[in-house]
């Protein structure tokens, strides 16, 4: 069974830094795209960053600068560091493994999955 789980979210002040990392778990054999989705209350969940099998990353224009997405593939983690936090960053973040290819009991399937969500607060 494929499971995501994340760890690294909490509080801290504006101008700080938080890594987020999450970790995709399962017998997993490849996967495509990874990444980091936010939403606040009452919002839409919005694209933070991506990484894709290939190397391409895709930020959200509020973050470009100050965030870095990156993964082990050995792993199959994904991270997030976030550097110069904002008060406005504060949401619950989602890790996001699109196009997996995994393996339960004796059925092989390509499917996407979220993790529960971690709390990122930045205190203004």
């Known amino acids: ?66 965030f870095t997405i990156s993964r082990d593939n050995a792993k199959n983690t994904v991270y997030l560091q976030m550097n110069s936090l904002k008060h406005e960053d504060t949401d619950v973040y989602y890790c996001y493994a699109g196009g997996v290819y995994s393996k339960e009991a004796k059925n092989y399937r390509v499917d996407d999955y979220w993790g529960q969500g971690t709390q990122v607060t930045v205190s203004a």
């Open 1 to 66: 069974q494929v499971q995501l789980v994340e760890s690294g979210g909490g509080l801290v002040q504006a101008g700080g830094s938080l890594r987020l990392s999450c970790k995709v778990s399962g017998t997993i054999f490849s996967i495509n795209a990874m990444g980091w989705y936010r939403q606040g209350p009452g919002k839409q969940r919005e694209l933070v960053a991506s990484l894709i099998s290939d190397g391409r990353t895709n930020y959200a224009d509020t973050v470009k600068g100050r």
